[in-house]
């Protein structure tokens, strides 16, 4: 599985192949985008592409992720001229193993009366993976900003002033760009890091919304041809120099309710989301949260994602916006 990464030095940016334990810089394609745009055109597999162009200098990957060289991360997937063009977006309650934290997290302390996450999540069960040529029901959708809110391996991801919490949600997202007749094209996936608010969402489902609304992370790699069958990782928290928390985790359809064509049809079915050039960048949903065992992100907490094949974990550390809350005031302009 060919997998590739975006890096920049500040005055440039470049695509590398990743070739263990080297990147090798891409010639012919500025970023993963352009890439994309030559295998919409020539009809040649941006895998085959990145082998082909994967000529340049070689660059060291360890010093890359580990921050120390003049070289750093970029998302591997962005708008390079317009961010706000790449839409940011996610797909809740599609995993097996989700549904309990999800539930205790709308917990109405009624045993018999059920929550709609978990009524969604039945729902899941039932129509979630229909017949070819048949649709299914739709799964749970979220909006999560623009290209403007991608983080890269290595960001910090910041918990704002206003906000009540931060909780990582480790998963894997598909990667599009629409092409010239609108029509989605799926380059890859990658490792995500999908950033909530998880207090703020459990006082009512109805903030579900503005609790999306955060800085997320993926990468550090896209995976160009990815098995999406089922597919094992891990996610954990360190505090101080010391693992706080792990969870062993699987995504990939043998995992998940929804079918990946029932997902991906539910997303672009909307005539918005099929703009020619745009990328999009959506999350499948999470097995399993450190939020659900009782675990309260600190300021400083490290967060580490991996799924085999998807290449090196994505960690990103935790920030708090200490400053506090004031009144938003708008300017009249009439």
Same mark, same amino acid.
């Given at each position: 599985?060919?997998?590739i990464v975006q890096i920049t030095n500040g005055t440039e940016r470049r695509v590398a192949l990743v070739d263990e334990p080297r990147l090798r810089l891409l010639e012919g394609a500025e970023s993963t985008h352009a890439l994309a745009a030559i295998a919409m055109d020539t009809g040649t597999a941006a895998s085959t592409l990145a082998e082909q162009f994967a000529t340049?200098?070689?660059v060291d990957y360890d010093e890359v992720y580990a921050g120390?060289?003049?070289?750093?991360? @970029?998302p591997p997937?962005?708008?390079?001229?317009?961010?706000?063009?790449? @839409?940011?977006?996610? #797909?809740? @309650?599609t995993h097996l193993g989700s549904a309990k934290d999800r539930d205790a997290m709308h917990d109405v302390q009624q045993s018999e009366t059920l929550t709609d996450s978990l009524r969604m999540f039945r729902d899941g069960l039932a129509g979630g993976r229909p017949a070819s040529g048949a649709i299914g029901v739709a799964?749970?959708?979220f909006?999560?900003?623009?290209? #403007?809110m991608l983080r890269a391996h290595g960001e910090p991801l910041v918990v704002p002033r206003f906000a009540e919490d931060g909780g990582e949600e480790g998963e894997i997202a598909g990667v599009y760009v629409i092409d010239p007749d609108g029509a989605p094209c799926r380059i890859g996936m990658v490792t995500g890091n999908e950033f909530s608010d998880h207090l703020y969402e459990r006082r009512n489902y109805l903030h579900l919304a503005g609790s999306k609304l955060r800085t997320s992370a993926i990468g550090p790699e896209l995976v160009l041809m990815p098995r999406f069958d089922s597919v094992p990782g891990e996610v954990w928290i360190e505090r101080g120099g010391h693992r706080l928390w792990h969870r062993a985790v699987a995504s990939g359809e043998g995992e998940m309710s929804h079918s990946l064509g029932n997902i991906e049809h539910h997303h672009f079915k909307f005539d918005a989301h099929r703009r020619p050039g745009d990328v999009h960048v959506h999350f499948f949903g999470a097995h399993s949260l450190s939020f659900g065992a009782g675990v309260a992100l600190l300021d400083g907490d490290i967060m580490s994602v991996r799924f085999d094949g998807f290449g090196r974990a994505l960690r990103n550390i935790v920030r708090v916006d200490q400053t506090v809350d004031h009144p938003i005031s708008v300017r009249a302009l009439g």
């Open positions: 599985m060919a997998r340049g200098p070689a120390r060289a003049s070289w750093r991360m @970029l997937i962005d708008h390079p001229d317009e961010p706000a063009r790449c @839409l940011v977006s996610g #797909t809740g @309650l799964p749970e959708w909006y999560k900003g623009c290209g #403007t």
